[in-house]
């Protein structure tokens, strides 16, 4: 079943998030109709590749002209073609972000499916999307609209004061044009009553917008305070939860509206100032509240200006290498990766104005890293007008590279406790805004980064990755593996899941985790309330293992999905089982019942184990050696499991797998998985990869042991079957070993 016919049978609720994916930059209508293309294509290669993304996009409006074409409907046929002239205007010069997109989408869309094996949402998951946030949102917007309002509404004020100024300008000045002489006519004082009910009128008329003018800027103070800036520190977080496989970050275009909203009225209130500045020239008197009160609300007016607008310099996204857009904050020395600055505040006045410049590590204390590094590219770029965001302002630096410092005499100076991986480091943006008079220096930094300089530092790097961002807010805090906090296991538990979701597109069940809880933190461990330290997690073996717990678990994840994606998304892979659970649950069943697993003793292996019931009633369990990534690559797993063949004591090979637990026909379950045939080239006669292991009986009490296949053949028939299958013979191993 495709993904997207997956969706389509979700309960509302979950149906109101997927609604939420698709917008003006990717409409549902494509998902709809192109369902089965989208999610046949690479869209996280194309992502990071320019040229691929090009082809793809190219491909995907051939595909919608095909589709639209189709269409018998005339007002589908028509919104289609809206859609399509849409798409080109927004990303023909830049593909790769549609690619994105849709990349994200789809990443989303797997996350949603796979919460719903989960009992209940984590913790995390849970306080990310709650009605209180709704609710809250909610207000904001209203608030900011009354705002809004408000300001609107001062400005017809400044306006009738300024036409009641001009009204008293004349008046006067046409008194004095008057000949002396009439000044003590009954015409004259009266016209001299008018301009005092003028003048009086102006001055009421100046203390009160005076007055709501302060109101105002009282108000927009609080909104900063008490909600823009939590608003944008709770985003600062759902971004870097996101960056751990959480949830979709959205919300960005939400906080620019009501950044730029803000901005705008601070911006109007201050031309309203000068403006009431302007009228103080032409016309002032004693005790004018224009002169007294102007100075200090400038003032307060210039510092919310100066600071809305610095905290609206942020990292859109995180710096990440191409090649692994699923692990961001991973740096490889002399690996082009990119990275993303965005202004919330949307004025014109500073279109194609902004220079940011990106630095290294900047500020670092001496002594805090063993490694330094510095930016081999050109490291500044000017800030463009985005049309497809609503005109902000936002510079994309693509082609960032590292490269590590060279030492005096190869000394690198401090060598520190840290490993590699936990050496945090930061990347600084700088630039210089200057608009209507003010000039305002901007700084914001990336999250902590992790710099390798080999691969095999990846899974390491990505451990220091997860566990800095699910246990800090903090922007910048390098010495953070100084002294690492304890996670519980129901926080970590939830980031497990993510990664299993992220990367094999199915998520971790509640007996999965537990059975990990438990191989983590021993049999009878209360594991939601317990607390795991970094070194366990990461750093120390497993006991009597020579890997640590991320290790195992990180070579799992690619076996999955390098070699396994196709039956761990059909949930046939029960993976996460002790030997103790998987014999309880296969003792009674039918012979030949089989589950699969991964291995405990192995890096990124998985087995297989199936029952067998003797004759005097005597139940015994098979495990086979086993499969690794070298052996999946010759053969697909789903092949091993349909031709997998046992010789016992000379007889006849034959398949011993019938049942996928707990019931399912071996065939129907991996029947449309199956795809190696054997060849059909002529005139030779067709071969076929055939895994085997031997099974012999043994009359001891003792487990039988690993024997080589001794088939029901001549030699010379064995030797060259031998030869031919030597690298995929499997040796059976006895009920208490892998």
Known sequence: MSQWKQIQQLEIRLLEHVDYLYDDNFPMDIRQGLASWIESQDWDTAANDESMAAVQFTNLLSQLERVRMQEQNFLQRHNMKIIQQQLQVKYMTNPALIARVISTCLREERRILSSTCMQEQGPLEKSLHNSVAFERQKNMDNRV???????????????????????????????????????????????????????????????EILSKMDVVIKEIDDLMTSQLNPELQDWKRRQQIAAIGGPLLTGLEQLQ???????????????????????????????????????????????????????????????????????????????????????????????????VKTTFDKDLPPGRVSRQFFILTNNTKVMDVEDYTNGCLSVDFRHLQLKEKKYINGTKGNEGLLSVTEELHSLSFEACFTVQGLTIDLETCSLPLVVISNVSQLPGGWASVMWYNLLTDEPRNLAFFGNPPRASWSQLSEVLSWQFSTFAGRGLNKEQLTMLGEKLLGQHASCSDCQVSWSKFSKENIAGKPFSFWMWLDSILELIKKHLLPVWNENYIMGFVSKEMERTLLKDREPGTFLLRFSESHLGGITFTWVEHKDNGDVKFNSVEPYTKSRLSALPFADIIRDYKVISDGVVPENPLKFLYPDIRKDEAFGRLYNSQPSKVHPYIPSTLIPISELRSNSSSTPPSCQSPEPPMTPGEFDMLNEQLCFDIDTMSSPYSE
């Open 145 to 207: 609209g009354i705002i809004r309002g408000s300001v609107q509404l001062m400005d017809q004020a400044v306006k009738y004061i300024e036409d009641l100024q001009d009204d008293f300008d004349f008046r006067y000045k046409t008194l004095q044009s008057r000949d002396p002489a009439e000044r003590n006519s009954d015409l004259m004082k009266q016209e001299v009553t008018r301009l005092q009910e003028i003048l009086n009128r102006l001055d009421f008329k100046r203390k």
């Open 257 to 355: 509206s009501w950044f730029t909203l803000t901005a705008q009225s601070l911006f109007q209130i201050k031309r309203q100032l000068d403006k009431l500045g302007e009228l103080v020239l032409k016309v002032t008197y004693e005790s004018d509240p224009i002169p007294l009160q102007k100075p200090q609300m400038e003032e307060r007016v210039k510092y919310l200006i100066y600071h809305l607008i610095k905290s609206s310099f942020v990292v859109e996204k995180q710096p990440c290498m191409p090649t692994h857009p699923q692990k961001p904050l991973i740096i490889k020395t002399g690996v082009q990766f990119t990275t993303k600055v965005r202004l919330l505040v949307k004025l014109p006045e500073v279109d194609y104005q902004l220079k």
